[in-house]
């Protein structure tokens, strides 16, 4: 009787410790950047950002690389940039003629978000690669930060 009760009162205890522990470490979203105005990073570098309720941070190796006041972003935006699996199926192919056809077939898709802002006198921009799994997260977030709409660069036109 001890025993199972003991064995409950652990379940329980894990339940609610190992959730807890697992979210206070990685409170962030892992990006990519891609660039833009942050001299002191370098693009493709992995990067880490925060939502901090008033404030967008950035952190790299533990330390922060910028902090922007949530009120001074002007814009969010946000675009794919899919690419054809070409190189990946012709190293299939000399395997496998078959696999190599169908991989080239497929897509992959990069998701990128912008950030400008103008705080008096610093003013910036850059771009990210988010994960897939992350990127409407990072936006919603953002969007909730800051109380702007992100804007998708992928339906703007240009016209010269």
Not at 46 to 52: A, G, R, T
Not at 105 to 123: I, M, N, P, R
Request: charged content about 20%; hydrophobic content about 45%.
């Amino acid at each position: 009787m001890m025993k199972g009760l003991l064995h409950s009162l652990m379940a329980a205890v894990l339940c609610l410790v190992v959730p807890a522990t697992a979210f206070a470490a990685e409170n962030g979203y892992g990006v990519m950047y891609d660039g833009g105005s942050l001299s002191n990073v370098k693009t493709g570098a992995k990067i880490h950002l925060f939502l901090d309720g008033d404030k967008v941070r950035f952190a790299q190796d533990g330390r922060d690389v910028i902090v922007i006041p949530a009120s001074s972003i002007t814009e969010i935006s946000y675009g794919q940039d899919v690419h054809r699996r070409v190189g990946a199926a012709i190293g299939v192919a000399v395997v496998s003629l078959g696999v190599g056809a169908l991989l080239a077939l497929t897509k992959s898709k990069k998701h990128y978000v912008g950030l400008t802002w103008a705080d008096g006198e610093k003013k910036g921009g850059f771009a990210v690669q988010c994960d897939k799994h992350d990127y409407r997260g990072i936006l919603a977030g953002l969007e909730g930060v800051t109380g702007k709409k992100a804007v998708d660069s992928d339906a703007m036109t240009v016209k010269n």
